[in-house]
């Protein structure tokens, strides 16, 4: 899943429970019916907990926009319609067409040229770590940078900035599947599942809040440069 910083909403979707499947409707298609209630509709998604699923299930199904296999996690989605973990994060997408940006795969290329050079010679990555450790100035979300800097050597003079990765070709959006994820947070204990609605530690992933994203499925084949 790589984010548009954009969210579909209870009142963006319906599930179809005999193909498994979230439905995106096409909500300028659906109020452009003139059969369709509009008063009502605005009416209702004034109230806590609004969902299409619940209020215009029917008038949903006759709009969709496109179809997000989700044989593994709709259930659970079901669970959290009309609550805040309801909400699906949005694929990132050119004209509606998903796509995997250039600057996410060059990251990724990156990511797998560090993780083989480590591998070779893992003492002078393993020796900035332990430098890091007793840097008490040392923040965590930088942890690791300089440490891999010590591998592949200062970004502004990598090899790694003249490379150039074009963004990938795009793909139906019908093609998309719903994913599910939850927050796995360091402690000073160890590691703990994170409530992210009261912001509080859990010890059992299944008490975790579900983050639910569409995702390209693993296997696709995309094009680029």
């Given amino acids: 899943h790589i984010g548009s910083g954009q969210k579909l909403l209870p009142a963006d979707y319906i599930l179809d429970s005999e193909t498994q499947e979230v439905i995106r409707v096409d909500l300028n298609a659906l109020f452009s019916d003139r059969s369709f209630p509009v008063g009502r509709f605005i009416a209702a998604i004034k109230e806590p907990g609004f ?4 209020k215009f299930y029917q008038s949903g199904c006759m709009y969709p926009l496109y179809r997000l296999a989700a044989a593994e996690t709709l259930n659970e989605l ?3 319609i009309g609550r805040p973990a ?8 050119e004209a509606g067409q998903p796509y995997l940006p250039g600057s996410s795969l060059k990251g990724a290329l990156r990511s797998l040229v560090v993780r083989y050079l480590i591998a070779q010679n893992p003492d002078p990555y393993e020796k900035r770590l332990r430098q890091n450790l007793q840097d008490k100035r040392s923040r965590k979300e930088f942890f690791s940078t300089s440490a891999e800097e010590g591998v592949v050597g200062n970004p502004n003079f990598s090899l790694f900035k003249s490379l150039q990765v074009s963004d990938s070709s795009t793909l139906n959006p019908n093609q998309l599947q719903l994913g599910c994820t939850r927050v796995l947070s360091l402690t000073r204990r160890g590691f703990c599942w994170k409530d992210l609605g009261q912001n509080t530690n859990v010890d059992r992933p299944e008490m975790a809040t579900p ?7 693993a296997g696709t084949t995309l094009t680029g440069t």
Wanted: proline fraction near 5%.
């Fill in 86 to 93: 309801g909400a699906i994060l949005e694929h990132i997408k």
């Fill in 51 to 54: 969902s299409l699923q619940r």
């Fill in 211 to 217: 983050i639910f994203f569409e995702a390209i499925p």
């Fill in 78 to 80: 079901n669970q959290h």
